[in-house]
C-alpha cells in the first residue's frame, strides 16, 4: 500500500519568513495530494491540494509543487504569521484511499 | 453551510464497554470516512462509506470495531469491549468529489 514519509517533524521559523515542508509517496499511481492544517482540538483542515496532471499550484501565501518522477510535493507558506502555527499534514491518494504522513509541528515565532 | 459534525466530542469509558461515536457529514456528500488519529500521527484509515455501503473497511483493526450508514447521511462508529489501547481522537470526514475529504473536529475516546 501506499507510504508517506513526510519531514521535518517540527520546524520554527521568524514571523515573516518562509517555511517549506516536504513530503514523499511511494505508490505511482496516487494522484491527488492534499495538505491539512490542524489546531489543537480541531480536526484537520483542507488548505489547499494539487492533482497529478499540475505541477505547481498557488493561493495567496501557501503554495504546493509536485515532483510525479521522484515521487515527491512539498507545501511553501510565506510570509509566515504566528497565526500560521500548527501542525500540517500532506496526503497522497488513489482514488478514496488517502493515506496520511506523520505531521510537522509548525511555531512562527513573532 | 454546515460542515462534518461529530459528536460526543468527548467519550470517557471504562475498559470493556460499548461506545457508539456519531458522525453527521456535509449535507449531500455521498463518501464518508472514518479515521483513527493517535497522539502525534497522522490520520489512520479505518473505513470507507460510499451511499450505505462500506466500501473499504480493510482498515478497522479487529471485528469489535463496526460502522452503519444505514440511510446514507449519518453514520456510527461501533467499539465493543473497549481496550486503552482504543483510545485516541475517531475522525471522520466525507466528500462529494473523489479524494477532497472534509473533517469533522473528532471525538476524543478515552479508555479508563
Known amino acids: 500500500g501506499e507510504n508517506v514519509e513526510q519531514h521535518p517533524s517540527t520546524l520554527s521559523v521568524q514571523e515573516g519568513d518562509s517555511a517549506v515542508i516536504k513530503c514523499t509517496y511511494s505508490d505511482s499511481a496516487s494522484n491527488y495530494f492534499p495538505w491539512y492544517k490542524q489546531e489543537l482540538g480541531k480536526g484537520p483542515q483542507l488548505i489547499i491540494d494539487?492533482?497529478?496532471?499540475?505541477g505547481e499550484k498557488k493561493d495567496q501565501r501557501i503554495a504546493v509543487t509536485l515532483n510525479k518522477t521522484a515521487k515527491h510535493f512539498s507545501l511553501h507558506i510565506t510570509e509566515t504569521q504566528p497565526e500560521d502555527s500548527a501542525v500540517y499534514f500532506c496526503a497522497a491518494s488513489i482514488a478514496n484511499d488517502m493515506r496520511f504522513g506523520a505531521g510537522t509541528r509548525l511555531t512562527v515565532k513573532p | 453551510g454546515a460542515g462534518v459534525s461529530q459528536t460526543p466530542s468527548n467519550k470517557v469509558t471504562e475498559k470493556g464497554k460499548y461506545v457508539e461515536l456519531r458522525c453527521d457529514p456535509i449535507s449531500g456528500h455521498t463518501a464518508l470516512y472514518w479515521y483513527r488519529q493517535s497522539l502525534g500521527q497522522g490520520p489512520e484509515f479505518l473505513i470507507y462509506f460510499q451511499g450505505t455501503g462500506a466500501a473499504d473497511d480493510s482498515g478497522l483493526p479487529n471485528d469489535r470495531f463496526f460502522a452503519v450508514r444505514p440511510e446514507g447521511s449519518v453514520s456510527t462508529l461501533k467499539i465493543q469491549r473497549t481496550e486503552r489501547g482504543d483510545s485516541a481522537v475517531y475522525l471522520c470526514?466525507?466528500?462529494?468529489?473523489?479524494?477532497?475529504?472534509?473533517f469533522g473536529p473528532g471525538t476524543r475516546l478515552t479508555v479508563l
Open positions: 494539487i492533482r497529478s496532471n499540475v
Open positions: 470526514a466525507s466528500s462529494l468529489i473523489v479524494g477532497e475529504q472534509f
